[in-house]
């Protein structure tokens, strides 16, 4: 659904031309399922210490591009990198074998590694690793829908759950959430998320109630914050079901809790236009909902 892309910074700067900037500037788009990671931290300046053309032109678009690959960027503050080796490819390839990455992307491929996809390759059709689906039907059991977001919920900085049922405390809510805070504690490159928000819908739930539920699933460690709102007259529904990242989101079409065997749910990544309204609908700061009770911050106990 949101994959890792690590891509040689000798490459990138090679993508000022008319037909590679308007190639990748849109395919690189929020929405598309792509994101750059931020391999090493001075990424952008290997760009640009690459970059060796002297028209005007080519320089902008260039920091164009740039600016969209950031925009997104996975932000690894945890890697390995030794100046001793030679090229940035072999750097990439050790980081690939300790968090690996969706795909690295490199001018070349020597030694032909699946892992690694070259320019040359997007010339075919059907090509793994760079065709990303939309959308996707999963089995709604919590190991199948936590693997189809396991990238995105694994990279992101900050994550919001939505759906109007999680204040009901479940048993599917509570199958599947552990399954998704699971990814969220695990070891990453990017480190635990600075921010991890519930919304959901104000249907009367006690503290007591919900703090009842959510400490024994919320890993020791993590912090959730709970948003319970209520409909304003003529506005918003709250009805769909989210999960929003820094690095985009997703819609879960049924919910977010497990069925039944044999139950279905399809899961479709969200445009950029998605993305940002959905995000705009559920900032706390200026929401399109009233608040039903006052955000409640739950210090998770599982796991301790």
């Known amino acids: 659904m949101i994959y890792e892309y690590a891509l040689e910074p000798e490459m990138v700067a090679a993508w000022c031309d008319r037909h590679n900037h308007r190639f990748f500037i849109r395919e690189f788009d929020l929405g598309q399922g792509r994101v750059v990671s931020r391999y090493p931290k001075t990424w952008a300046k290997k760009v640009w210490d ?3 053309g002297t028209s005007q032109v080519d320089r902008k678009r260039l920091e164009e591009l740039l600016v969209r690959l950031k925009e997104t960027m996975v932000k690894r503050r945890d890697y390995v990198w030794d100046d001793a080796l030679e090229s940035w490819l072999e750097n990439a390839l050790q980081e690939h074998a300790r968090h690996p990455f969706y795909t690295i992307m490199a001018r070349t491929n020597p030694e032909e590694q699946q892992d690694i996809l070259t320019e040359t390759d997007l010339a075919g059709e ?5 065709d990303v689906h939309h959308g996707i039907t999963v089995n709604r059991k919590a190991p199948d829908m936590a693997a189809a977001i396991k990238m995105m919920l694994g990279r ?6 939505i759906d109007p049922y999680l204040s009901q405390c479940k048993s599917g809510h509570k199958r599947s959430l552990t399954a998704f ?6 070891e990453k490159p990017v480190g635990p998320p600075g921010k991890i928000e519930i919304h959901t819908n104000g249907d009367g739930a006690t503290i007591d109630y919900l703090k009842n539920f959510y400490e024994k699933i919320i890993p020791d460690g993590i912090q959730v914050t709970i948003y319970q709102w209520r409909e304003k007259p003529a506005g918003q529904r709250l009805h769909n079901r989210y999960i929003l990242t820094d690095l985009g989101g997703v819609s879960f079409h049924h919910g977010l809790d497990t069925g039944a065997d044999g139950e279905t749910d399809d899961i479709t990544r969200l445009d ?3 993305y940002e309204l959905r995000c705009k609908q559920y900032d706390s700061a200026a929401p399109a909902f009233d608040y039903a009770e006052d955000p409640l911050e739950i210090s998770g106990t599982f796991g301790e």
């Open 50 to 52: 690459s970059f060796d």
């Open 126 to 130: 059907d090509i793994a690793k760079w």
């Open 156 to 161: 992101c900085r900050w994550v919001k759950f």
């Open 181 to 186: 805070m699971d990814i969220l504690k695990a």
């Open 272 to 274: 950029r236009e998605q």
